[in-house]
T-cell receptor, first 109, second 112 residues
Framework: SQQGEEDPQALSIQEGENATMNCSYK?????LQWYRQNSGRGLVHLIL?????REKHSGRLRVTLDTSKKSSSLLITASRAADTASYFC?????????FGKGNQVVVIP | DADVTQTPRNRITKTGKRIMLECSQT?????MYWYRQDPGLGLRLIYY???????NKGEISDGYSVSRQAQAKFSLSLESAIPNQTALYFC???????????FGDGTRLSIL
């Protein structure tokens, strides 16, 4: 089955810096989604990129998708303390999502 | 009020007990999902349902069963709980297609 794999697993940055996370997957997809999880809470959808799209923006988020390399990246610009969370990519290939293991991001004020 | 509500939020129980986790939603979505989350393993799909009469196994359904009582309700049961089912369990809903999934805040289940 499809499986997103994020890299790196943990990231610690200063407030104002950019944070970049990568995700790779193994099979064909319809779209790829990124979710955020704050400690003790459920996942919250951030952004979706379709398989025929290469880049998408939403506020301070920028996601790229390279289907030839089966990889995606999520960039958070000008990070804030409130961005501290775990971030998961999820591939959608058959009306089901396959989640990666997640990236923990800590933004230091 | 939360759109996706899970009960209980925390549960500690003993090996061999039958456990039911409940999920209800007010989003009017047809699709509902149960996941478990373990440290370092991300989320894994247990069961999913695309409508009231549709139930499908996910990647880790052994030891679990589900019931879709209504469009708004989807419960997960552990017939005879074992310690390696200790995990964080999430219910999610979606409207299908490219619509994102909406998650509850989870049930933390500990089996002693």
């Amino acid at each position: 089955s499809q499986q997103g794999e994020e890299d790196p697993q943990a990231l610690s940055i200063q407030e104002g810096e950019n944070a970049t996370m990568n995700c790779s997957y193994k099979t064909s997809i319809n779209n790829l989604q990124w979710y955020r999880q704050n400690s003790g809470r459920g996942l919250v959808h951030l952004i979706l990129i379709r398989s025929n799209e290469r880049e998408k923006h939403s506020g301070r988020l920028r996601v790229t998708l390279d289907t030839s390399k089966k990889s995606s990246s999520l960039l958070i610009t000008a990070s804030r303390a409130a961005d501290t969370a775990s971030y998961f990519c999820a591939t959608n290939g058959n009306n089901r999502l396959a989640f990666g293991k997640g990236n923990q991001v800590v933004v230091i004020p | 009020d939360a759109d996706v509500t899970q009960t209980p939020r925390n549960r500690i129980t003993k090996t061999g007990k039958r456990i039911m986790l409940e999920c209800s939603q007010t989003k009017g979505h047809d699709r509902m999902y149960w996941y478990r989350q373990d440290p370092g393993l991300g989320l894994r799909l247990i069961y999913y349902s695309f409508d009231v009469k549709d139930i499908n196994k996910g990647e880790i359904s052994d030891g679990y069963s589900v019931s879709r009582q209504a469009q708004a309700k989807f419960s997960l049961s552990l017939e005879s709980a074992i310690p390696n089912q200790t995990a964080l369990y999430f219910c999610a809903t979606s409207g299908g297609g490219e619509q994102p999934q909406h998650f509850g805040d989870g049930t933390r289940l500990s089996i002693l």
